[in-house]
């Protein structure tokens, strides 16, 4: 099984960028999907970018523009390059990890990070 730690989270303002770290250690060794979650408060874990083991990305539609997933497997390490952040940004930001396939469906994903906070404020 693979371990997951989320880095880079903190407070800014709106049009500010951050970039989250998602650091692999253990079975790395597999063909994962890799994915960022997010869940805000009082709201249900959204699904916010993905990226398959061929480095293929996808985006939600409502970051698509202003987000970017990627990842380093030398590194075994994912990122989320965050621009032009807004309020309704502010989450709790999670990383996950599929060997099985590759959607926005949280149920898909057998291993979490314990999250990062990311807050905006306008």
């Known amino acids: 099984q693979v371990q997951l730690v989320e880095s880079g989270g903190g407070s800014v303002q709106a049009g500010g960028s951050l970039r989250l770290s998602c650091a692999a250690s253990g079975y790395t060794s597999g063909r994962y999907c890799m994915a960022w979650f997010r869940q805000g408060p009082g709201k249900e874990r959204e699904w916010v970018a993905r990226?398959?083991?061929?480095?293929?990305?996808t985006h939600a539609e409502s970051v698509k523009g202003r987000f970017t997933i990627s990842r380093d497997d030398g590194k075994n390490t994912m990122y989320l390059q965050m621009n032009s952040l807004k309020p309704e940004d502010t989450a709790m930001y999670y990383c996950?990890?599929?060997?099985?396939?590759?959607?926005?469906?949280?149920?898909?994903?057998?291993?979490w990070g314990q999250g990062t906070q990311v807050t905006v404020s306008s």
């Open positions: 990226v398959d083991f061929n480095s293929l990305s």
């Open positions: 996950a990890a599929s060997l099985l396939t590759c959607t926005a469906r949280p149920n898909d994903y057998s291993a």
